[in-house]
């Protein structure tokens, strides 16, 4: 009985020094998490296998595994940039962006865990200098901005895709020009509206002219061709066949040949 607890105190320290390494070997990573294993006595950062999963992991306690988010983020980025003749415009940017899962490895290796500040931010921020600086105010404020934002996203996923960085999207919220300009602007749009307008009320005008003139034509070309055609003969045997057909009713007439101008006969009712 007296050796029971001489032997149960090793066992007991065991499991207590088990316990302990189990606690600094587990590692639980969490929903739209990764995690890049680095082993201490290996090769340091693990870029040739995929990065660990979701769940529970035990890994030997010399070794460390670092936590990325691997879902879509959003960086939301306000920027002063030059026009190109020179004026001071500020940008308010987001940009949609998540590590490319397969190169996570990679992208601990080279960038580490602010990889945002290290690689992200500078690229965006360089993409709307260049960008930008190849428009005017103008087109800042009015048609052009859809495409300022594609061109934009073009060129931070050039940076961004050697970077071990995927970019989604690239938005351009607001464009906030000098409270000048934008009046200048302002007055400018305004003048080419009612510009347009008035162009407009001048072509429906002549439209409308011209559809006159033309139906007036038409009318007249009309009597002419009817007028060359009803010759005195014509207009005689036209009344000749009127006459016949209303002898022909039952309506009490009387009918005086010859006596009308142009020998035309003259038709005279009960009334």
């Known amino acids: 009985m007296e050796k ?5 105190l090793p066992i007991l320290i065991g499991v207590i020094i088990l316990v302990i390494v189990i606690a600094k070997s587990a590692v639980t990573i ?5 995690g ?3 082993k201490t ?3 340091g950062v693990v870029t040739d296998e995929p990065p660990m999963g979701e769940g529970f992991h035990i890994v030997a306690p010399w070794n460390k595994v670092y936590i990325y988010e691997v879902r879509q983020q959003e960086l939301f980025e306000k920027m002063k940039v030059l026009s190109s003749n020179g004026l001071e415009i500020q940008i308010d940017a987001s940009a949609w962006y998540e590590p490319v899962y397969d190169e996570l490895g990679n992208l601990h290796q080279s960038l580490g865990q602010n990889y945002l500040q290290r690689v992200i931010q500078p690229a965006i921020r360089s993409a709307a200098r260049s ?3 190849r428009y005017t105010p103008d087109d800042l404020y009015s048609t052009k901005r859809d495409a300022i934002q594609v061109e934009i996203f073009q060129e931070t996923k050039k940076i961004l895709d050697k970077q071990f960085v995927q970019l989604n999207e690239v938005l351009v919220r607001d464009v906030t020009l000098p409270p000048t300009i934008k009046e200048a602007i302002e007055r400018k749009l305004k003048q080419e509206q009612e510009s347009l307008e008035y162009e407009f009320r001048l072509e429906s005008a002549r439209k409308e002219a011209e559809k006159v003139i033309i139906e007036a034509k038409g009318k007249a070309e009309s009597n002419r061709i009817l007028s ?9 045997d036209k009344g000749i066949e009127a006459t016949v057909k209303l002898s022909e009713s039952n309506n009490s007439k009387v009918i ?10 003259i038709i005279l009712g009960n009334q």
């Open 228 to 236: 060359a055609s009803l010759t005195d003969k014509i207009l005689q």
């Open 4 to 8: 029971l607890p001489k032997i149960g």
């Open 30 to 34: 969490d929903s739209g998490e990764a």
């Open 256 to 265: 005086v040949i010859g006596s009308g101008d142009s020998g035309m006969p």
């Open 36 to 38: 890049v294993l680095f």
């Open 131 to 133: 960008v930008i600086g």
């Open 41 to 43: 006595f290996g090769d």
